[in-house]
C-alpha cells in the first residue's frame, strides 16, 4: 500500500505506547488491586488496571496514528478516531498475566503488535514489574537490550526445558494436565509462568528451550509470537497447521519435531 508505514515506525511507536503502558500497569499494582470482573470462568479475573490499561493504549495509539484499528482483550475491536482506510491493526494486551498481577508476581507484561494487511510486522512485549522488554520487527530480528535473540541452542528433546500453560475453564485444564502427565517423562521439566506472551520471549531468547499452549488468543500471540519467530524459532501449530487457539508450539528447528510429534500423540490440540 502506497505510504504504509515502515516496520521501524511502527516499532517505535509500539514501544514507546508500551512503555508508558506498563509503567501505569505497574503504578496501579502499586496502590492496590481491584477485581472489577470476571471473563470465561470465576478464576478468569480482570482487574480495573487492565482496562485503565487498555483505555491508554487505545487513546495513545489514537493520538499518534489516528485512524488505525486496534484489537484488545478487555474491548474488542474498533477505530482509534476517523476511519482513514488505513490497514494497520494493533493487537493489544493490556496485562498478560492477569493472576500474576492479582497475586503481586512479577511475572506480566503489556503485549502490543502492529499488523498491516493481516501480517504482524512489529511487536514488544514488556514486563511491567521489571522492565525487561523484547521486541520484533519482520525480517529485521529479535531483542532484548540490544542483544539480538536466537533461542535455545538445546538439540536433545529429553534435555529441554519447556514452558506452557493452562486454560482457565477446569475440563480444558482436565485434558492439558493429562498431555502434560504424557510429556514430562520426556523432557528435562516443565514450567508455568503464566503469561503466554513472556513465555513466547524467554523461548525466543534461550531461557526455556521451547513452549506450548493450547487456547491462545490473537492478543497472547501477536507480539511474543513474531519475536519468538525472529529469533529463528518455528511457530506453529500441529500437522501443518497455523499457530492459533487449537494449539501454539515455539521451538527451535531441532526441538520442534520431537516436540510436535510428542504434542500430536497426546492429543494437545484436543479436548473442550
Same mark, same amino acid.
Given at each position: 500500500?502506497?505510504?504504509?508505514?515502515?516496520?521501524?515506525?511502527?516499532?517505535?511507536?509500539?514501544?514507546?505506547?508500551?512503555?508508558?503502558?506498563?509503567?501505569?500497569?505497574?503504578?496501579?499494582?502499586?496502590?492496590?488491586?481491584?477485581?472489577?470482573?470476571?471473563?470465561?470462568?470465576?478464576?478468569?479475573?480482570?482487574?480495573?488496571?487492565?482496562?485503565?490499561? @487498555?483505555?491508554?493504549?487505545?487513546?495513545?495509539?489514537?493520538?499518534?496514528?489516528?485512524?488505525? #484499528?486496534?484489537?484488545?482483550?478487555?474491548?474488542?475491536?474498533?477505530?482509534?478516531?476517523?476511519? $482513514?482506510?488505513?490497514?494497520? #491493526?494493533?493487537?493489544?494486551?493490556? !496485562?498478560?498475566? $492477569?493472576?500474576?498481577?492479582?497475586?503481586?508476581?512479577?511475572?506480566?507484561?503489556?503485549?502490543?503488535a502492529a499488523e498491516v494487511d493481516g501480517v504482524v510486522v512489529a511487536g514488544v512485549v514488556r514486563n511491567g514489574a521489571t522492565g525487561d522488554e523484547w521486541t520484533a520487527r519482520l525480517?529485521?530480528?529479535?531483542?532484548? =537490550?540490544?542483544?539480538?535473540?536466537?533461542?535455545?541452542?538445546?538439540?536433545?528433546?529429553?534435555? =529441554?526445558?519447556?514452558? $506452557?500453560?493452562?486454560?482457565?475453564?477446569?475440563?480444558?485444564? #482436565?485434558?492439558?494436565?493429562?498431555?502434560?502427565?504424557?510429556? !514430562?517423562?520426556?523432557?528435562?521439566?516443565?514450567? #508455568?509462568?503464566?503469561?503466554?506472551? !513472556?513465555?513466547?520471549?524467554?523461548?525466543? @531468547?534461550?531461557?526455556?528451550?521451547?513452549?506450548?499452549?493450547?487456547?491462545?488468543?490473537?492478543?497472547?500471540?501477536? =507480539?511474543?509470537?513474531? !519475536?519468538?519467530?525472529?529469533?529463528?524459532?518455528?511457530?506453529?501449530?500441529?500437522?501443518?497447521?497455523?499457530?492459533?487457539?487449537?494449539?501454539?508450539?515455539?521451538?527451535?528447528?531441532?526441538?520442534?519435531?520431537?516436540?510436535?510429534?510428542?504434542?500430536?500423540?497426546?492429543?494437545? =490440540?484436543?479436548?473442550?
Open positions: 500500500m502506497p505510504g504504509a508505514p515502515s516496520p521501524d515506525e511502527l516499532l517505535d511507536t509500539a514501544v514507546e505506547v508500551a512503555r508508558r503502558a506498563a509503567d501505569t500497569a505497574r503504578r496501579m499494582r502499586a496502590t492496590g488491586v481491584d477485581t472489577v470482573a470476571t471473563k470465561s470462568t470465576v478464576t478468569d479475573v480482570v482487574t480495573a488496571a487492565d482496562r485503565a490499561v @487498555e483505555r491508554e493504549v487505545v487513546e495513545m495509539i489514537g493520538r499518534m496514528r489516528p485512524g488505525d #484499528r486496534v484489537l484488545g482483550e478487555e474491548f474488542g475491536a474498533g477505530n482509534t478516531g476517523d476511519d $482513514t482506510g488505513g490497514a494497520v #491493526r494493533w493487537i493489544v494486551d493490556p !496485562i498478560d498475566g $492477569t493472576v500474576n498481577y492479582l497475586y503481586g508476581l512479577p511475572h506480566y507484561a503489556v503485549s502490543l525480517g529485521g530480528g529479535a531483542y532484548r =537490550a540490544g542483544r539480538r535473540l536466537a533461542g535455545s541452542p538445546e538439540t536433545d528433546l529429553g534435555q =529441554a526445558l519447556v514452558a $506452557t500453560g493452562f486454560g482457565y475453564d477446569p475440563a480444558r485444564r #482436565r485434558h492439558q494436565a493429562g498431555v502434560l502427565a504424557g510429556l !514430562i517423562a520426556d523432557v528435562r521439566d516443565v514450567r #508455568r509462568l503464566g503469561a503466554a506472551a !513472556i513465555d513466547l520471549c524467554l523461548a525466543a @531468547e534461550g531461557a526455556v528451550d521451547a513452549y506450548f499452549e493450547k487456547g491462545l488468543n490473537p492478543w497472547d500471540l501477536a =507480539a511474543g509470537g513474531l !519475536i519468538a519467530r525472529e529469533a529463528g524459532l518455528l511457530v506453529a501449530g500441529l500437522h501443518g497447521a497455523p499457530p492459533g487457539h487449537d494449539l501454539v508450539i515455539a521451538a527451535p528447528p531441532a526441538l520442534f519435531g520431537p516436540l510436535h510429534d510428542r504434542l500430536a500423540h497426546h492429543d494437545a =490440540a484436543g479436548g473442550p
